[in-house]
């Protein structure tokens, strides 16, 4: 493998690259795709500058040169080793990416190292098309869902003080800790931007995305509370049973209660990708969400709706879903997918 130190170092403290690592916008997946299309040579540098970025803590001051190629030193067995790691996966042509999100989602092992050696926190970070199931100190399990982020404050001290931040999708399969005191169970709270969620022992699927955080209940009992610093009021707390979807918006006065079949929102946890009676605005978001992908079409045919379902890694069966339904034509140019009407 190259060794680029200059071009690693200018990567890392570069403020659209962590851009694109972290959130990326239409904008900068057109720039730094091209850009790779032009650099082929800098894959396996950008590799190492997406694993150190996405184990930095946000904002973190740019690193010296000294401190990168620590990194650097670090990283470059594993990388040697994702890179001579077979695969046996065909696409479709059209489906091909060239895409540092999917080596990312290799490098998710080397990035958890580097935070951890960063501070007591531990950072859990998936790439898009990738799900990953994590086991907590109190033996909790979260399945952290595609382009997600899980942070737990203190490792140390978790089985004392039981939290999590949640960006993205999860669904936490609690396991009850009796109090020291053996009078009660020890509560464990997922904090979101709009609310905190409170439980002892229960399975639930926390939805946090563009402002809006969506809870659904699979089973037991959980409390959303007002969350330190949101603009929501949830006066007084919400209390939520088996089937009970709740969605807090930081933009919205009112929260908004439903009963629904709370399998239906957990398919992804089963490897499905699943939408019923959903429209094509809705499914475009999804996609983009969890792959990366821009649908992009005429604004009437995003009212058009769909019912179809797909392996969770293999998307590019929607696609054809949609356009064998609706007889469209799909062409795709890099993260940009046209659907269009003969």
Known sequence: MQHRPDLLEQLVNDPSFQQWVHQP?????DYWDTWMHKHPEARETVEAAVAIVRGLPANEKPLSSEQIETYWQELQPRLVAVSEKPSSRVFPIWARRMS???????????????WNQQSDEMLYQTAYGQTQIITLPDSTQVTLNANSTLRIASMEN????REAWISGEAFFEV?????????GYLPFVVHTDNVDVKVLGTEFNVHDRRGTTTVVLASGQVLLENYAGSQVTLTPPVVMKPDDLVSVSNNASEI?????????????RKNKL??????????AQVL???YGWQLVMEEALYDQ??????PLDQPEVILESLAASFGWNIQKEGDRIYLSVP
């Open 274 to 283: 699943a939408f019923t009676d959903a429209t094509l605005r809705e499914i």
């Open 305 to 310: 709706r769909f019912t179809g379902s797909s």
């Open 100 to 114: 540092i999100a999917a080596s990312a989602c290799l490098l998710l092992a080397i990035t958890i190292l580097i």
């Open 256 to 268: 908004q209660q439903q009963t629904v079949d709370s399998e239906e929102y957990l398919t992804w």
């Open 25 to 29: 916008t239409p904008t900068d997946r």
């Open 288 to 290: 983009a969400d969890q």
């Open 158 to 161: 978790f089985n004392e003080q």
């Open 175 to 183: 396991r009850k800790k009796p109090l020291a005191t053996k009078t």
